[in-house]
Nanobody
Framework: ELVESGGDLVLPGGSLRLSCVAS??????????VHWYRQAPGKQRELVAT???????TYEASVQNRFTAFRDNTEATVDLQMNNLTPDDAGTYYC?????WGRGTQVTVSA
């Protein structure tokens, strides 16, 4: 099971840190990539970041240099630090590992 948390209402230019916690086999977690997706109302779900088993991360172009993913294989978590948020970053953020999805956490960016 994957559980996201940390979503909130934030002002433009603000920051949030999302967390994805995986329950179950730590062994399996350590072997797999974890992905962060987001979905805005009326839009398709899009990939935001991918974190390899070793902790390397790649990012969608619009969040590069603003978002940073942190992986902790001992705690089975992948956090997403989001800085300088804009209204375009708003939506429901999901983490995914293999074919498993979390239920999402809501990020709202508004003045």
């Amino acid at each position: 099971e994957l559980v996201e948390s940390g979503g909130d209402l934030v002002l433009p230019g603000g920051s949030l840190r999302l967390s994805c916690v995986a329950s179950g086999s730590i062994f399996l977690f350590r072997l797999n990539e974890v992905h962060w997706y987001r979905q805005a109302p009326g839009k398709q779900r899009e990939l935001v970041a991918t974190v390899t088993a070793g902790g390397s991360a790649t990012y969608e172009a619009s969040v590069q240099n603003r978002f940073t993913a942190f992986r902790d294989n001992t705690e089975a978590t992948v956090d997403l630090q989001m800085n300088n948020l804009t209204p375009d970053d708003a939506g429901t953020y999901y983490c995914k590992m293999n074919n498993f999805w979390g239920r999402g956490t809501q990020v709202t960016v508004s003045a």
